[in-house]
């Protein structure tokens, strides 16, 4: 994507199953688990630049003894910088662990209780989040995982998760109701305290069980090994409606992975003898561990994954299942493309754009160069061109079958092959202390570089792939005045994604209408053709319908682009990202929503383009969007 944005967040889980001895014994090593969980964090960093934490629960620590570990960073290598700090510990733990062999003759090097009883970091149980910030400043205190503290070890709660919810003000009047007083209006501590609350409830209720059974210090372990997890998700998660993966560690060891009921956020596990994993994308568990595809599973949609104090994992349903609608743009550009299906899908992505390109460039393959911007739509490229190849493959057969050709025209059909070229380069990044607007845009305009005396001037039509296009503002400032140079005919930009149209609210942070290309297209086009009135006209049914309670129902904003087909606003963006003085004709080529559910058929979370949200509560953002931008106030509707 040349337009950069904020999106998901990156959750991290180990559960070692087996006793801490075991892995220093086998591994040589006591951050067997951290060296994991640090490469699970690395190969999911694109999921989160903005901050990372990681968190670690020992199972069984006597009273007296700390077995909650937490780190943050919003430092700019953030997982390096947690890393670090907890590596230097261990430094100097293996150092005093030295000394305690020289002078006790205690081989604390490789005794499990000794690193547990006096480095922190050696728990059983392991948690990290990559953070993409969708709301609130960068700070420490917004990085994930987040503490609910209790001087009772069961009602201890650290959490993390990938998820936005879209109705926190219900779930802040609902903590209210219940005698909270929560500390902030976001969804983040309102998620959290929903599940503590429960959490208490759960442990009262073992409490009242049990109580006059057992004394109080042996009455604790057994609440720990009574908690019902499930029981807790069901009675917390009723109500919240949005997209999440929610990860959980308790404090007396037991854990859970939520995943929203329509399927919305990615969570996948892996388990063996000694272990269990999860994490937001395959190829962190697949390249950790080294196992094989088939052995990753991802957790049902409306299931929690919950793994017990004794390392037991259980899949079990918490919340009546929705619709499927995983999010399709995890496919064409958050995830990992190393990922196989996903690979696969984006290649699917560029093959099924061959005909639309093929009528912008009236089938003149031999005056065309096709290339692609780096480096996200690669693979995409890589499935343009093997359509390509594939059309060239029929026309070869055809002209064959027909025996109408000349040998000198067989042979240059035969030995034809599309014109590839690598066009587009990223080069540098702009400075912010370009403080000119003439200066900055001439900087952004060099942002990308590009390779000459490649295209025949005036001849050859240029065809671009990217993997979507948002907002087009790096189209306008900076690829299509490079591309312009190289003095082609015409320049055909394309789309691996259909036409963004409307904002998420589950997970990625796009939330201002005004921001979308195609949104703006619309709005040219309704005041070109007089059709102005239907902006009115939504307006006051999102009004109504926000004032009644009743904006859940329905997405009035789909209103604004019924007039036009997909064609027109394409025709339109171009327009509108078409910088001043571009000598070239362009075109701007969009993937339709059809292909886009045949290239991902099992990921049919489509509402970016079409506007079906898959709950009520995207509804209500969409309407609530639409009313901040005929207000022109700055602010998500979430």
Not at 297 to 308: F, M, S, V, W
Not at 330 to 347: A, C, L, M, Q
Not at 461 to 467: G, L, N, P
Not at 552 to 558: C, D, G, R, Y
Request: hydrophobic residues 35%.
């Amino acid at each position: 994507m040349s337009d950069s944005i904020k999106h998901e967040c990156g959750i991290a889980l180990i559960r070692l199953r087996k006793p801490f001895q075991h892995y220093l014994d086998k591994y040589k090593t006591p951050t067997y688990g951290l060296s994991k969980l640090y490469l699970m964090m690395e190969k999911q960093v694109n999921r989160g630049q903005d901050g990372a934490g990681v968190a670690n629960i020992k199972i069984n620590v006597k009273p007296g003894h700390r077995y909650i570990s937490r780190y943050r960073s919003v430092e700019p290598q953030a997982v390096a910088d947690i890393f670090g700090k907890i590596n230097k510990k261990f430094s100097k733990a293996h150092k005093l662990a030295k000394s305690v062999k020289r002078e006790t003759g205690i081989d604390a090097v490789h005794d499990a209780d000794w690193w547990q009883e006096n480095v922190a970091f050696t728990g059983e149980v392991l948690l990290g989040h990559l953070r993409y910030g969708t709301h609130g400043q960068n700070e420490i205190e917004n990085c994930h995982p987040m503490l609910r503290q209790n001087n009772w070890r069961s009602r201890n709660l650290v959490m993390a998760g990938n998820f936005n919810m879209t109705n926190v003000d219900d779930l802040f009047d609902k903590l209210v109701s219940l005698g909270q007083h929560p500390k902030e209006k976001v969804d983040t501590v309102t998620v959290m305290e929903k599940i503590g609350h429960f959490l208490d409830e759960e442990n009262q209720r073992q409490f009242g069980k049990y109580k006059d059974q057992y004394e109080n210090p042996e009455l604790s372990d057994i609440i720990a090994q009574e908690i019902d997890l499930k029981r807790v998700l069901e009675r917390s998660c009723k109500d919240f409606d949005g997209g999440y993966a929610m990860v959980g560690m308790t404090g007396y060891g037991a854990s859970f992975v939520a995943r929203d009921p329509a399927g919305i956020r990615p969570a996948f596990y892996y388990v063996d003898d000694e272990v269990a994993v999860v994490a937001s994308e395959k190829q962190a568990i697949k390249t950790s561990f080294n196992c094989a595809y088939d052995q990753i599973k991802e957790i049902t949609p409306g299931h929690a994954l919950i793994i017990d104090i004794e390392g037991n994992v259980n899949e079990v349903p918490f919340i009546d299942r929705l619709e499927q609608k995983s999010c399709s743009f995890e496919r064409i550009y958050f995830s990992r493309g190393s990922d196989p299906d996903i690979y696969h899908e984006r290649k699917k992505l560029g093959q099924l754009l061959i005909p639309q390109i093929l009528s912008e460039v009236n089938h003149d393959l031999k005056n065309t160069v096709f290339s692609y911007i780096p480096n996200t739509a690669e693979t995409a490229f890589l499935g343009m061109i093997d359509g390509l190849e594939d059309h060239l493959a029929k026309e070869r057969k055809n002209a064959i079958m027909e025996g109408i050709l000349f040998e000198e025209e067989l042979e240059e059909l035969l030995t034809f092959r599309p014109r590839v070229e690598k066009l587009i380069s990223k080069d540098v990044k702009v400075r912010t202390f370009i403080t000119s607007d003439d200066q900055r845009d001439d900087m952004v305009a060099h942002v990308y570089d590009t390779t000459y005396e490649v295209i025949n001037k005036d001849v050859d039509s240029v065809v671009i792939i990217d993997d979507s296009i948002v907002r087009g503002t790096t189209l306008e400032k900076s690829i299509l005045k490079l591309l312009d140079k190289l003095s082609p005919k015409k320049i055909v930009i394309v789309s691996s994604a259909p036409q963004i149209r409307y904002p998420d609210c589950y997970g990625i942070d796009m939330s201002k209408m005004k921001e979308f290309v195609a949104f703006r297209a619309a709005l040219a086009l309704l005041q070109e053709r007089g059709l102005e009135n239907i902006l009115d006209e939504v307006n006051l049914r999102c009004l109504n319908a926000l004032e009644n309670g009743t904006a859940t129902e329905e997405n009035f904003v789909k209103a604004i682009y019924a007039p036009f087909t997909d064609e027109e606003i394409s025709n339109k963006i171009a327009e509108i990202v078409r910088p001043k003085g571009l000598k070239a004709e362009l075109s701007i080529v969009y993937q339709t929503v059809e292909n886009l559910n045949k290239a991902c058929p099992d990921h049919l979370g489509d509402w970016y383009f079409t506007g079906n949200f898959p709950t009520p509560g995207g509804n209500q953002v969409v309407n609530k969007a639409f009313v901040n931008f005929m207000k022109g106030i700055e602010v998500r509707a979430y």
